[in-house]
């Protein structure tokens, strides 16, 4: 049942954020528990959201985004009704700060949904990270409910690498 109002969240967000991007919206993307399929009543929707055309600042879009949660804000209350406390966190990038990445996305090289993907946008930026990880023999660790990542193993004293 849980995953069930989380996945109709999903979809009802993806419809608010499209009506409000328009056609300046390149990729929505749910990484973290929800994406795993781990989420609990009080998890966080996590969201990434690219698109053209964005504010400058993390607070102006932020400020920016809040018109759709407004419009999702009573779907929210109604899964509170049901003891689901989510809110939605969203990480809102342009096409051209997603391409330079992000620490982030380590998160979403193995577990991310992506619900929408102009051209394969993020599919592709993503597919670019999985294959310098491969390249560099990287793993994730998982110990409990978290995990770390080992990005190279065979790392030496001084040695610099980039993702």
Do not use: H
């Not at 018109?67 to 051209?96: H, M």
């Not at 090289?109 to 102009?118: G, K, P, S, T």
């Amino acid at each position: 049942m849980l995953q069930e109002r989380f996945k109709e969240l999903e979809d009802f967000l993806l419809s608010r954020i499209k009506a409000f991007y328009g056609e300046s919206l390149m990729s929505v993307v749910v990484y973290g528990s929800v994406a795993r399929g781990s989420q609990n009543f009080d998890s966080d929707l996590d969201l990434l959201i690219i698109a053209d055309k964005l504010p400058n600042g993390r607070m102006k879009r932020i400020r920016e985004f809040e018109a759709v949660e407004d419009r999702v804000e009573p779907f929210l209350k109604s899964l509170q009704k049901e003891g689901i406390n989510s809110r939605i966190s969203a990480l809102i990038k342009t096409p051209e700060e997603a391409k330079r990445g992000s620490p982030l996305f380590l998160d979403m090289v193995e577990d991310a949904r992506i619900l929408f993907d102009r051209d394969g946008f993020f599919s592709a930026v993503l597919e670019k990270l999985r294959k310098r990880l491969e390249e560099l023999g990287a793993k994730r660790v998982w110990k409990g409910n978290t995990w770390y990542w080992i990005l190279k193993p065979d790392l030496r004293p001084g040695e610099v690498f980039e993702l």
